[in-house]
């Protein structure tokens, strides 16, 4: 029998402030700083064709200034004190987050909610910010490794917001103005549809008194009816290739939808896909790379979402021995369908599963995303033992039912970007 963990956990405390506002915390004993993270429940999934890019455009302009400080001075007193300040668009929501010193948690807190809640959004700053999303457009199609998931998320998802690019696309973002911005601004950041996550040296009744000093219990409560959203359906698998006689490699995408965040099966599919193509020992690397030598870079990948999910598998290979590496992918996924992951292998996988989420929770920020998940993906907190048990009871026949369902070879869309085709 395994030893039980260390500390029992007790899980993240929950305050709903008057206005509406979710605040969740876990205290993590031995650590000097805290991670605090607003989570804006709007992103990529809840926006048209007309106003893709609309959710990420938002995320940068709301850093070009406030009646109170100037772009500068948004990072900088967060900076200056030797703490960090960061933001990112999702497909379910727009992430703002600080990592600093626990002394300091009022200057993250007072900064993300001038931030979030009084952006100046002015049409000067739009046209310069327009241009920056531009340039990282421009960055995505001149790397052919970041474009590949791209187009295969197209591929994947058809016509529903999942295949949308998040960045949105050259038509959109030129498209998009201010009235667009101060639209989503009105309907999306605001209590209703906040938030507010942290942990590390922090007790929760420290971080509510924290947020209602810095303003946050008077924000107005706003409309917490969930934005509208499609329900996800998935193209038939196929195969799709973009021809570019530039790129000296072909690379290759291989995909299948999943089950949500929230399903049971999750922890198994992620230790199907790690034994797949999870690292330098997996079943993928060791064959492609070692033993044929077609490709340097060779992996799986997978998300979970609130409503499904995606796995799938990268390669990126020479023209010549591209169709080689593709069909060696298949085999290898022929082989793990036909007779699953048993035995020794199994047991290993199941030690390195382990492991990840072990070492994963080292990490304060992991923690704030941790907390922030009960309202994000509607996924009751478990602690820690509970899910290594649950990694534990995986057994030959789970592995092998997750294998079948989404793993078939004949069940991926593919899609190929270089100068010669795989199918």
Known sequence: MRPASDVVEAGPRRTTLDNGLTVLSEHIPGVRSVAFGAFVQAGSIHETPASMGVSHLLEHMVFKGTPTRSARQLS??????????????????????????????????????????????????????????????????????????????????????YGYSILGTRETVNALGTDALRTLHARAYHPGRLVVAAAGKVE????????LRTGWGAAPAGDATPLPSRAPVTAPPGYRHRRDRSLTQTHVVFGSATPPHA???????????????????????????EELGLAYAVHTFQAFHVDTGMQ?????????????????????LRRLVD?????????????????????????????????????????????????????????????????????????????????KTVG
Do not use: C
Request: hydrophobic content about 45%; overall charge negative; aromatic content about 6%.
């Open 312 to 332: 799938g598998v990268y390669v990126a290979s020479a023209p010549g021995t591209a169709r080689q590496a593709t069909q060696a992918i298949r085999d290898e």
């Open 76 to 161: 900088l007193e967060v900076e200056s004190l030797g703490g960090s300040l960061d933001a990112y668009t999702t497909r379910e929501y727009t992430s703002y987050q600080a990592r600093v010193l626990a002394e300091h948690l009022d200057v993250a807190a007072d900064v993300i909610g001038d931030l979030v809640f009084r952006p100046l959004l002015r049409e000067e700053d739009l046209r310069l910010e327009r241009n920056v999303i531009l340039e990282e457009i421009g960055m995505v199609e001149d790397t052919p490794d970041d474009l590949v998931f791209e187009l295969h998320n197209e591929l994947l998802w058809g016509d529903h917001p």
């Open 339 to 419: 007779a699953g992951i048993v035995g020794d292998e199994l047991a290993a996988a199941k030690r390195q599963l382990r492991g990840q989420v072990i070492l994963s929770q080292e990490s304060v920020t992991n923690h704030m995303y941790r907390a922030a998940g009960e309202v994000l993906y509607g996924e009751p907190f478990r602690p820690l033992d509970v899910v290594l048990a649950e990694i534990d009871a995986i057994d030959e026949g789970a592995v092998l039912a997750v294998a079948r369902e989404f793993f078939d070879p004949d069940r991926q869309s593919v899609l190929s970007l270089g100068p």
């Open 204 to 211: 929760h009744e420290a971080l509510v008194e924290a947020l």
């Open 263 to 289: 399903d049971e099966r999750r922890y198994a599919l992620s230790l199907v896909s790690m034994v797949l193509g999870g690292g330098m020992s997996s079943r993928l690397f060791q064959k492609v790379r």
